[in-house]
């Protein structure tokens, strides 16, 4: 934390180091792009030097430029990429998942997927694997990209505002709702499944039972 804290103190540098590792933990899923993202904010908060709107942007920017290039590598590195980069076991469900739900919800799938470490990456490079459309996908990541930096960072940012002279504990607040945000978004991504089959199961039940119906009477 310390010399994370030390980097992101540094303007303009830090926007450039903030915007590295919220691109590479879209593809490599090990970066600390939240607690990254959510103590910029809170130095945009407590130091003079540390704009917000660079910051927001720089967090935003490089989630979309991190999620395209996961796209990318599903899209022209395939099965080779899969096996080489998203071979662990929660890559490896993320993207089962994906695979199942992306064709027919890939709006719902992008933005939720984008607040669950690990479901980000499988979302994006399914999307490439299984030659989403890239003009949808990328304007679903770019909103995706420009809410999750507005949560995290402004998390941050508003933690530093009450805790203005313990920074430590902003972060420690922010970061904490964050990890909450992230639980929630998990199984919410389930119920949205859920939910959105159920009209579905519903029209086939009543089809059969109108099919059914109709041969009684024949």
Known sequence: MDALYDLLAQPPTAYLILFAIAAGDAIFPVLPSESAAILAGVLAAIEPGIALPAVLGAAAAGAFVGDSTSYGLGRFGGRRAQRRFFDGPYTRRGVRWACIQLRRRGATILLVARFVPGGRTGATFTSGLTAFHYGRFALYTGIAACLW???????????????????????????????????????????VVRVRRRPHRGADAEHSSRATDAAREG
């Open 149 to 191: 930096s507005l949560y995290a960072v402004l998390l941050g940012y508003f933690g530093g505002r009450v805790f203005h002279e313990r920074p430590l504990l902003a972060f420690v607040v922010a970061f904490a709702l964050a990890v909450g945000i992230a639980l929630i978004a998990a199984p919410a991504r389930r119920l």
